[in-house]
Nanobody
Framework: QLVLVESGGGSVQAGGSLRLSCASE???????MAWFRQAPGKERELVAT??????TYYGDSVKGRFIISQDITDNLYIQINSAKTEDTAMYYC????????????????????WGRGTQVHVSA
């Protein structure tokens, strides 16, 4: 079983930075992990994925501003830089438990384990 717990959300001004963390606890080591986000009234959106070995993939809206990373204990991070008001959303950590590495492009259905989310608010 794999449990994911996000942290690090909060408020930041536009142009600022924030780092979100996702603690991964369990005996299973996913070969692909991801960050998604969902703003009120909008569909869930892919932020980024990282595969075992370090290959990354970013959604178009965050490319060049966000950086996904993972440490040796499988904790997952997303560095938000040059924050925009449209980055305001609930951010979720997800792990793939069936299949190998990350699909390109990835879809929600690839990920069977999800955290409860951490809220990010970017003010103008």
């Amino acid at each position: 079983q794999l449990v994911l717990v996000e942290s690090g959300g909060g408020s930041v001004q536009a142009g600022g930075s924030l780092r979100l963390s996702c603690a991964s606890e369990g005996t299973y080591r996913p070969t692909c992990m991801a960050w998604f986000r969902q703003a009120p009234g909008k569909e869930r959106e892919l932020v980024a994925t990282i595969a075992l070995g370090g290959r990354t993939y970013y959604g178009d809206s965050v490319k060049g501003r966000f950086i996904i990373s993972q440490d040796i204990t499988d904790n997952l991070y997303i560095q938000i830089n040059s924050a925009k008001t449209e980055d305001t959303a609930m951010y979720y950590c997800a792990a793939r438990v069936v299949g190998w590495l990350c699909n390109v492009p990835p879809t929600d259905d690839d990920f069977a384990r999800w955290g409860r989310g951490t809220q990010v608010h970017v003010s103008a």
